[in-house]
């Protein structure tokens, strides 16, 4: 089993829609967990850490979910420039070093 | 946040050859990352690069093959030695400036003929 999985999409979605991400991790003893965005031929850009108590950054919300060990993004009112892989980020047991997901590649559609 | 430069942004090189990828930050960071991403692929860490002691290599990388130095708290670089086109590549640098947040370098771009 992968450490983070993560379903790699492709979502087609109309502006406007709401969409949402899971990412499963394997290692409960991960404490640090992030969404980074990553566009084409470009480096990964944080988009949001995900606490405990879940949390919102404008149509952006992060959950976290420990007893399942997932994580999830949702964003609300999709723009056609929130097309991009979104990838999954948990560190290793609570070290610095960062697991990667495969990523979710979202396409939002005018 | 921090702000990370790298260079070269890409290169071409023949096999065999080795080449140096220079990572700079702009603020000074205790911990310095070097991943690699294979088209289509995810990021996978090669090397965790701390300033004063050794890099710690994950598990499929080797130092023989990457070098890397950590000279100071804002600078570190990564050569891909004695490379065969299986090394073509895209290599990132990261640094975590405090928190446990990654910001990564915009990336070399390596073609190995």
């Known amino acids: 089993r992968k450490e983070v999985e993560q379903d790699p999409g492709p979502f087609n979605v109309p502006e406007g829609a709401t969409v949402a991400f899971n990412c499963t991790y394997s290692?409960?003893?991960?404490?640090?967990f992030f969404w980074y965005r990553q566009d084409c031929r470009k480096e990964p850009k944080l988009l949001m850490s995900?606490?405990?108590s879940g949390n919102e950054d404008g149509r952006f919300t992060a959950q976290l979910n420990r007893a399942s060990q997932y994580i999830s993004l949702l964003i609300r009112d999709s723009k056609l420039s929130d097309s991009a892989t979104y990838l999954c980020?948990?560190?290793?047991?609570?070290?610095?070093?960062?697991?990667f997901g495969t990523g979710t590649r979202l396409k939002v559609l005018a | 946040s921090a702000v990370i430069s790298q260079k070269p942004s890409r290169d071409i090189c023949q096999r065999g050859t080795s080449l140096t990828i220079q990572c700079q930050v702009d603020?000074?960071?205790?911990?310095m990352f070097w991943y690699r991403q294979q088209p289509g692929q995810s990021l996978t860490l090669i090397a965790t690069?701390?300033?004063?002691?050794?890099?710690?290599?994950e598990s499929g990388f080797v130092i023989d093959k990457f070098p890397i130095s950590r000279p100071n708290l804002t600078f570190s670089t990564l050569t891909v030695s004695n490379m065969s086109p299986e090394d073509s590549s895209i290599y990132l640098c990261?640094?975590?400036?405090?928190?446990?947040?990654?910001?990564f370098g915009p990336g070399t771009r390596l073609t190995v003929l």
């Open positions: 990261s640094a975590a400036a405090g928190g446990h947040e990654q910001f």
């Open positions: 290692n409960s003893a991960s404490q640090s």
């Open positions: 995900v606490y405990s």
């Open positions: 980020v948990v560190n290793s047991g609570g070290t610095y070093k960062y697991i």
């Open positions: 603020s000074q960071v205790t911990m």
């Open positions: 690069a701390n300033q004063g002691s050794e890099a710690t290599y």
